[in-house]
């Protein structure tokens, strides 16, 4: 029943910045964990940002001091605002979501379609 709706992705130069947003269905309120994760072509996906035990955050290493994670509640908005975007950092970019499930008695998880970042070199 959660969809995820990714956009703000695009092409810029070495240096830009981009912001990504996720727009959810459902409230992210609700949501145990919210997070961005990227694929690169040839490479597993991996985590980039993500919010954990609240309001706690986690990076990965190679976008820390440059990448920030942000989220609006009222909006049911997840962000990422990318910065000194470099060449590595292309990828098709996932928002992410997971919550429990009563029902199921398990986390599900729910991922978007993508949105594709390319930075030039």
């Known amino acids: 029943q959660v969809q995820l709706v990714e956009s703000g992705g695009g092409l810029v130069q070495t240096g830009g910045s981009l912001r990504l947003s996720c727009t959810t269905s459902g409230s992210i309120f609700s949501m145990n964990t919210m997070g961005w994760y990227r694929q690169a072509p040839g490479k597993q996906r991996e985590l980039v940002a993500s919010f954990w035990r609240g309001e706690s955050t986690n990076y990965a290493d190679s976008v820390k001091g440059r990448f920030a994670i942000s989220r609006d509640n009222a909006k049911n908005t997840l962000y990422l605002q990318m910065n000194s975007l470099k060449p590595e950092d292309t990828a098709t970019y996932y928002c992410?979501?997971?919550?429990?499930?009563?029902?199921?008695?398990?986390?599900?998880?729910?991922w978007g379609q993508g949105t594709q970042v390319t930075v030039s070199s």
């Open positions: 992410n979501a997971g919550s429990f499930s009563h029902e199921l008695q398990r986390i599900l998880y729910y």
